[in-house]
């Protein structure tokens, strides 16, 4: 499955962030999953790793739950260690 990295630049505080990861997976599609986020509290600012047969599937749950997002990036996931991109 496509995985794609969301930057979201939002003063969410870590309880605010632990309640929409509660609350999201009720409101995603079967086929795009939340997988990780990296937050950088003191910047407001949260990398998240998600999964979606496409970048317009992202969005969409974005703009249908109103949770603001900068930017979504399609990527690779490169093993370092192996020297070689992960399906």
Same mark, same amino acid.
């Given at each position: 499955?496509?995985?794609?990295?969301?930057?979201?630049?939002?003063?969410?505080?870590?309880?605010?962030?632990?309640?929409? @990861?509660? &609350?999201?997976?009720?409101?995603?599609?079967?086929?795009? /999953?939340?997988?990780?986020? =990296?937050? #950088?509290?003191?910047?407001?600012?949260?990398?998240?790793?998600?999964? @979606?047969? &496409?970048?317009?599937?992202?969005?969409?749950?974005?703009? /249908?739950?109103?949770?603001? =997002?900068? #930017?979504?990036?399609?990527?690779?996931?490169?093993?370092?260690?192996? @020297?070689?991109?992960?399906?």
């Amino acid at each position: 499955m496509p995985r794609f990295i969301v930057i979201h630049s939002m003063p969410y505080n870590e309880e605010q962030i632990m309640a929409t @990861a509660k &609350n999201m997976p009720n409101q995603l599609p079967s086929d795009v /999953s939340w997988n990780l986020s =990296y937050c #950088a509290f003191d910047d407001s600012r949260f990398f998240c790793e998600w999964e @979606a047969p &496409n970048k317009d599937a992202v969005e969409r749950v974005f703009k /249908s739950t109103q949770v603001p =997002y900068d #930017a979504v990036y399609p990527v690779r996931l490169l093993d370092v260690n192996k @020297a070689e991109f992960r399906e």
